[in-house]
């Protein structure tokens, strides 16, 4: 089983402000697959990012992913009031069996 | 509008079976794999089941495999878990969310159902 490891745990930030969030592997990651989601409290997840770089529907551009291999990156390059939330990456290989979960990253307000 | 809501959650005594229900609209119901994924209260996210749009290939995380099952039927746009001898570690809320057609992210999500398994 992949294990993904987030950090930090909690990124305390002030609007405008830039953040940058980290997903590591245990091992490497096949062909980029891996997810970002965000989490607002009593809300379900909602995708960010997935293939590693690649928006979602509807996301705003100030989100971007980057990362290979092992390590990637969730980039929000000014926040919004908004964007204080919680971040999960995922990694999803050739199978769906030992889809896996990072611990989170809680981006709070400074 | 493209939606999932699922219902079926409650209050069970350890040992104790639940089956829940996710209703999809909106979309092609069919032609899409679903995962059911759940969160214990305060914690992060964990994958639970898989099924393929035909229910053809079918997967369990370890930690319910035996005493989950999972089923749809495209008929009624409809995805199922059956929860059979529940465990103090199965209260969570528990999410049904659709298999992006690019890939295996979750694009689609339902909004939760709470299962508190007690005595």
């Known amino acids: 089983e992949i294990v993904l490891t987030q950090s930090p745990g909690t990124l305390s930030l002030s609007p405008g402000e830039r953040a940058t969030l980290s997903c590591r592997a245990s091992?490497?990651?096949?062909?980029?697959?891996l997810a970002w989601y965000q989490q607002k409290p009593g809300q379900a997840p909602r995708l960010l990012i997935y293939?590693?770089?690649s928006r979602a529907t509807g996301i705003p551009d100030r989100f971007s992913g980057s990362g290979s291999g092992t390590d990637f990156t969730l980039t929000i390059s000014r926040l919004e009031p908004e964007d204080f939330a919680v971040y999960y990456c995922?990694?999803?290989?050739?199978?769906?069996?030992?889809?896996?979960f990072g611990p989170g990253t809680k981006v709070d307000i400074k | 509008e493209v939606q999932l809501v699922e219902s079926g959650g409650g209050l069970v005594q350890p040992g104790g079976s639940l089956r829940l229900s996710c209703a999809a609209s909106?979309?092609?119901?069919?032609?899409?794999?679903m995962n059911w994924v759940r969160q214990a209260p305060g914690k992060g996210l964990e994958w639970v089941s898989y099924?393929?749009?035909?229910?053809?290939?079918?997967y369990y995380a370890d930690s319910v495999k035996g005493r989950f099952t999972i089923s749809r039927d495209n008929a009624k746009n409809s995805l199922y878990l059956q929860m059979n001898s529940l465990r103090d570690e199965d209260t969570a809320v528990y999410y049904c969310?659709?298999?992006?057609?690019?890939?295996?992210?979750?694009?689609?999500w339902g909004q939760g159902t709470t299962v508190t398994v007690s005595s």
């Open positions: 995922q990694q999803y290989g050739s199978s769906p069996v030992g889809i896996t």
């Open positions: 293939g590693a770089s």
């Open positions: 969310a659709r298999v992006a057609a690019s890939g295996r992210s979750m694009d689609v």
């Open positions: 091992q490497s990651v096949s062909s980029s697959y």
């Open positions: 099924i393929s749009s035909s229910s053809s290939t079918i």
């Open positions: 909106g979309f092609t119901f069919s032609s899409y794999s």
